[in-house]
């Protein structure tokens, strides 16, 4: 088969998984928004009861603006929570904030990956910037050399996002044992938050995805200009 047509298959499946997984996210969050936990508990409440039952009473919870820009951020110890969690009785407002606080939690009990992933983090940011650089330029000058330290930048980002995983899927199972523990939801609205989660997770694997598959049109490339 022609490289040429590899390549563009690379680019245009790489687009289609990336798309797949935002729409699913973006169809269970719109579904379950929707969708009221029965004890009228808000993300920030559930939050709240999460940090306390582990002993993370130091943690603040914030809102901050945006749709779906919660995070946890280890150096000011803080919960961040979006305008649609925040203050929101929903399913989907529960299984976010929790989420988020399963990141609180792997921090406290100094979780290996979380360590790796934090770590990793200025290199990544490096990576990012001058792996496109170097592709972009190597492409366009047909430097190949170039191309090849595109592919190293490459796959440090795709190593960081492997670290992201676990990471991802760890607090997302600490999210949901704490839910169950502690009875914000109800066993029915429990199986909500869990697709919720499973489905935020999928982001992740489509990022491994991308970038595993930009990886291999990279190295296509590069045979294909050897072979000219």
């Known amino acids: 088969m022609d490289y040429y047509v ?10 289609v998984i990336s798309l797949f997984a935002q729409f699913y996210i973006n169809h269970n969050y719109k579904k379950y928004s929707k969708k009221y936990n029965t004890n009228a508990t808000t993300g920030s409440e559930a939050a709240r009861k999460i940090l306390d039952a582990n002993g993370l009473q130091n943690v603040v ?3 901050v603006r945006g749709k779906l820009t919660d995070n946890y951020n280890p150096k000011n110890k803080t919960v961040n929570l979006s305008e649609g969690i925040y203050d929101k009785d929903s399913i989907a407002a529960v299984a976010v ?14 979780y290996l ?18 792996g496109y650089f170097a592709v ?21 980002i795709l190593i960081f996002q492997l670290v992201t995983l676990p990471v991802e899927f760890n607090a997302s199972n600490r999210a949901l044992k704490q839910i169950k523990e502690l009875g914000i939801l109800t066993p029915d609205e429990y199986k909500g938050g869990r697709k ?6 999928l982001t992740y694997v489509a990022g491994v ?16 200009r050897r072979r000219d």
């Open 61 to 63: 919870i914030n809102a």
């Open 97 to 110: 904030a929790a989420h988020e606080c399963g990141h609180a939690i792997q921090d406290k009990n100094g």
């Open 196 to 201: 919720m989660l499973v489905s935020a997770a």
């Open 136 to 156: 972009v330029i190597g492409l366009f000058m047909s430097m190949i050399g170039l191309i090849r330290i595109g592919i190293a930048m490459e796959l440090i």
């Open 6 to 15: 590899l390549e563009w298959g690379c680019i245009i499946l790489a687009l």
């Open 209 to 224: 995805a991308s970038a595993v598959l930009q990886i291999v049109r990279l190295l296509l490339i590069i045979n294909s």
């Open 113 to 130: 990956f979380l360590k790796i992933r934090r770590t990793m983090i200025p290199l990544v940011n490096f990576a990012s910037y001058a």
